[in-house]
Nanobody, 124 residues
């Protein structure tokens, strides 16, 4: 069993940066692929980024590539999402999720554990 808690969201201006954190409980967290998803009002949940258990491979949605960086610190059971050059269209609730394996890594339904989400609002 893995429990996930996100933090670090907030209200920022366009061009600013934020770092989201996903703290996990469960001693096997280091075995899990971890992803970030987001959901804006009236829209479906969408993939943002993911990182394999070792941190050796990372994956990004085209919309955030070059602006967002995902990383993990397994000793701290924490995954981070550094978000730079934020845009108003990045406004959403951001969720952390965990799963085993990497097949269909962008598919939210393949993730087994989810956090409660953290709000990110970017004003223009």
């Amino acid at each position: 069993q893995v429990q996930l808690v996100e933090s670090g969201g907030g209200l920022v201006q366009a061009g600013d940066s934020l770092r989201l954190s996903c703290a996990a409980s469960g001693r096997t967290f280091s075995s899990y692929t971890t992803g970030w998803f987001r959901q804006a009002p009236g829209k479906e949940r969408e993939f943002v980024a993911a990182i394999t258990w070792s941190g050796g491979s990372t994956y990004y949605a085209d919309s955030v590539k070059g602006r967002f960086t995902i990383s993990r610190h397994n000793a701290k059971n924490t995954v981070y999402l550094q978000m730079n050059s934020l845009k108003p269209e990045d406004t959403a609730v951001y969720y952390c999720a965990a799963r085993l394996g990497t097949i269909r890594i962008e598919t939210s339904s393949d993730y087994d554990y989810w956090g409660q989400g953290t709000q990110v609002t970017v004003s223009s």
